[in-house]
């Protein structure tokens, strides 16, 4: 398996634009997460989901933030309107059983 | 809630020696306890874990510790090596299948 696909690897954005993250999951695993990495907060759950549904989504910052996984090997986070502090490196994980998280390689997100 | 407390935040070893990490938690209800490894540029890594049933457990150079009396776990490293630089994360799996995480160790083997 090639492991948890995120994209893009990089992305550089405008205050104000919309972003949208993508990520593919490890076949197989039912639960998906998304996760946002900072020097000053570390790693934050945003979002969760079980089997594309939404369980938990009480780390989402604000409504500017979204999240959908429209079946089971894809799904999105959208940013809109984004501004500076968005700036992160945004990773999404999937698992078999919800402990066992394997991660994606982030997708770094630059809002100037 | 939970709260993971890791220490140090910063650790400096010779090549060779060996180097521990140390977190506490808060909730008893917390059953699973697994280590991270973060290298430059990449996503976390699952390297070892450990369940509440289990006391100690080792992989090669790597073990876990675990005291559910005092709410403590460790991660032991033995002869490091220079790979084994990279920030190391602990975290605690809560009744809600949620990873409450540490703010990570950052792991320098010095040559």
């Known amino acids: 398996d090639a492991g948890v696909i995120q994209s893009p690897r990089h992305e550089v954005t405008e205050m104000g634009q919309e972003v949208t993250l993508r990520c593919k999951p490890i076949?197989?695993?039912?639960?998906l997460f998304w996760y946002r990495q900072t020097m000053m907060r570390g790693l934050e759950l945003l979002i969760y989901?079980?089997?594309?549904?939404?369980?938990?989504d009480s780390g989402m910052p604000e409504d500017r933030f979204s999240a959908k996984m429209p079946n089971a090997s894809f799904s999105t986070l959208k940013i809109q309107p984004s501004e500076p502090r968005d700036s992160a490196v945004y990773f999404c994980?999937?698992?078999?059983?919800?402990?066992?998280?394997?991660f994606g390689p982030g997708t770094r997100l630059t809002v100037t | 809630g939970e709260n993971v407390e890791q220490h140090p935040s910063t650790l400096s070893v010779q090549e060779g020696d060996s180097a521990v990490i140390k977190c506490t938690y808060s909730?008893?209800?917390?059953?699973?306890f697994p280590w991270y490894k973060q290298e430059l540029g990449k996503g976390p890594q699952l390297i070892i874990d450990?369940?509440?049933n289990v006391g100690e457990k080792k992989d090669q150079r790597i073990a876990v510790t675990l005291n559910k009396t005092a709410k403590h776990f460790s991660l032991h490293i033995t002869e490091t090596q220079p790979e084994d630089s990279a920030v190391y994360f602990c975290?605690?799996?809560?009744?809600?299948?949620?990873?409450?995480w540490g703010a990570g160790t950052k792991l320098i083997i010095k040559p």
């Open positions: 994980a999937s698992s078999p059983i919800a402990y066992e998280q394997y």
């Open positions: 076949s197989g695993h039912d639960y």
């Open positions: 989901f079980n089997n594309n549904v939404p369980i938990d």
């Open positions: 909730d008893s209800a917390s059953n699973y």
């Open positions: 450990i369940r509440s």
């Open positions: 975290a605690a799996g809560d009744s809600n299948y949620q990873l409450i």
